[in-house]
């Protein structure tokens, strides 16, 4: 009789397994903020609600697509927990897009990012979390330039900002309650949600010019970079990073927005700014340093 002995795992296999949901929150960070960009570059062909009516719409496409969420079970609690997190993405998004028609990308971020900065505070368990989140805050207020008033920010657009933070913070929070299905119905159900709410703007405003074929091709640009790729990924990581870790570790997204902002669509950084980015990328750094404690 044969004797099957098991080969052990490579060392490397266990730090490859934990790092895993960083990486795909990096990816889902850097993806959105490449196809933020491009749908920014839109906004003078279509307007920024059919902008973000072919991001959500397409994106709902893809991932149904993709994952067939209906050949797997479903209660009905499940149900509304996906109906829930898809209503909190599909008015993050269109609240967000509005909010860029008249602020800089990278500002926008900072503005929206109160919102899952305000989770991580609540689910702070170690002192040395609060200091982490009192640093990722001192870079966001440097990237508002709040003490300019030559660069005063539309009031408008920074309401419908908030508005996306709001909306950001619970989808933080409802995407955690769905955490037990598996990621690719999650995602797909709820982007189809979002995809209900927010189509029939884009419809309303465009009307039969929303379906030229030369504009819908442009619109799949950001509806896989900014839409199904990044919050596909994301389920990964919300799976598997702490919350109040999660929240903080998205302060670096204003920073890589401000340089996609000034890479892609000209928009320039003053030293202050990069400052603020440095900041921001030092409490993410801090966020894997510190472990959470559990309750």
Not at 224 to 237: F, I, Q, T
Request: glycine residues 10%; aromatic residues 8%; proline residues 7%.
């Amino acid at each position: 009789m044969t004797t099957v002995t098991a080969t052990p795992l490579p060392p490397s296999m266990p730090l490859l397994h934990k790092a895993l949901p960083y990486a795909a929150l990096a990816g889902s960070i850097i993806s959105f903020c490449v196809g933020t960009s491009f749908a920014k570059q839109l906004f003078p062909l279509v307007g920024a609600q059919v902008a973000v009516t072919y991001r959500v719409g397409f994106a709902a496409i893809i991932l149904l697509i993709l994952f067939r969420p209906w050949r797997m079970p479903l209660s009905r609690a499940d149900l509304y927990a996906t109906m829930r997190y898809g209503a909190a993405l599909g008015v993050m998004n269109f609240c967000f897009y509005m909010a860029l028609r008249s602020i800089p990308l990278g500002l926008t971020i900072a503005i929206e990012f109160l919102g899952p900065l305000t989770v991580a505070l609540i689910h702070s368990r170690r002192p040395a979390h609060f200091a982490i989140v009192g640093l990722a805050v001192v870079g966001l207020l440097l990237l508002l330039p709040i003490r300019n008033t030559s660069h005063a920010l539309d009031p408008v657009g920074v309401v419908y900002a908030l508005g996306a933070g709001l909306c950001w913070g619970l989808y933080i929070i409802f995407g955690k309650r769905t955490g037990h299905l598996p990621g690719g119905q999650a995602v797909a159900l709820g982007m189809t949600t979002a995809a209900i709410l927010v189509v029939p703007i884009g419809i309303h405003h465009a009307g039969a010019a929303l379906w030229a074929p030369s504009l819908m091709l442009l619109g799949l640009i950001p509806a896989v970079l900014s839409s199904a790729l990044p919050y596909s990924l994301e389920m990964v990581a919300l799976k598997r990073i702490p919350e109040n870790s999660f929240g903080v570790l998205l302060s670096v997204e204003p920073a890589v927005g401000a340089l996609s902002g000034w890479l892609l669509l000209g928009e320039h950084l003053t030293g202050l700014q990069w400052l603020a980015i440095a900041l921001v990328v030092a409490a993410s750094a801090g966020t894997i340093l510190v472990p959470a404690k559990h309750a």
